[in-house]
């Protein structure tokens, strides 16, 4: 079974500076897929990038970039410039062929004004 | 284009009683999920449909939990007898990997509270 590892419940920073949300994973499979999802307070799970484990190039969207280490089984978030919008919840997530999404246990992430 | 609509957004039970909610997923999305979110914790799918049929129920309380999708559109998700560790958020999403890929579209969730 694949398990997805965020060690960081908590983090806080302030507006405009860059941060690195951590998250590991476990699976014996070659093919998959990883993703970074948000959720605002009160607010509906988006998406915020995605990574095909194929491919070696690590994703970007816009202030958002992943550092994808597939031999060591990890997969960062990068935010720049971070903004007031950026608080949130953030998941890290697993899928492999069958659609289902396995997510870790969360980042609290605060931007301070 | 319209989004997930989950409903009710909020509901408070009491032990052994009974609960419906209900999922409506973007138009034309062939794939419909029901996940749980305890608090503190990442969600946990409890079904997956594909149209109107179920790909994976693995982890689905079947004891007390049933859910549907009868026409391959809307889904209704039951919980008869509720438990106290059953007050979380349930969340529906939806995807069509032809117009999106792997993506999945969350509705705003329900949030179950029971006493």
């Known amino acids: 079974a694949q398990t997805v590892t965020q060690s960081q419940p908590e983090m806080s920073v302030q507006e405009a500076e860059t941060v690195t949300l951590s998250c590991t994973y476990d699976?014996?499979?070659?093919?998959?897929?990883l993703f970074w999802y948000k959720q605002p307070p009160s607010r509906q799970m988006i998406l915020v990038i995605r990574?095909?484990?194929?491919?070696?190039q690590n994703a970007t969207e816009n202030r958002f970039s992943v550092n994808f280490q597939k031999a060591a089984k990890s997969f960062s978030l990068k935010i720049s410039d971070s903004q007031l919008g950026d608080t949130a919840m953030y998941f890290c997530?697993?899928?492999?062929?069958?659609?289902?999404?396995?997510f870790g246990t969360g980042t609290r992430l605060t931007i301070i004004p | 284009e319209a989004g997930v609509a989950q409903s009710p957004r909020y509901k408070i039970i009491e032990k052994r009683q009974s609960v419906a909610f209900w999922c409506n997923p973007i138009?034309?999305?062939?794939?419909l999920y029901w996940y749980q979110q305890i608090l503190g914790q990442g969600p946990k799918l409890l079904i997956q449909?594909?149209?109107?049929?179920?790909?994976?129920d693995s982890q689905l309380p079947k004891d007390r939990f049933s859910a549907e999708r009868l026409k391959g559109v809307d889904s209704t998700l039951k919980i008869q007898p509720a438990k106290l560790e059953d007050s979380a958020v349930y969340l529906c999403?939806?995807?069509?990997?032809?117009?999106?890929?792997?993506?999945?579209?969350f509705g705003p969730g329900t949030r179950l509270t029971v006493l």
């Open positions: 999403a939806s995807s069509s990997y032809l117009t999106s890929g792997h993506e999945q579209f």
């Open positions: 699976t014996s499979e070659n093919n998959y897929y």
């Open positions: 990574q095909e484990a194929y491919k070696q």
């Open positions: 997530a697993f899928m492999f062929r069958n659609e289902k999404l396995t």
């Open positions: 138009s034309g999305h062939a794939t």
């Open positions: 449909f594909q149209n109107n049929g179920v790909v994976d």
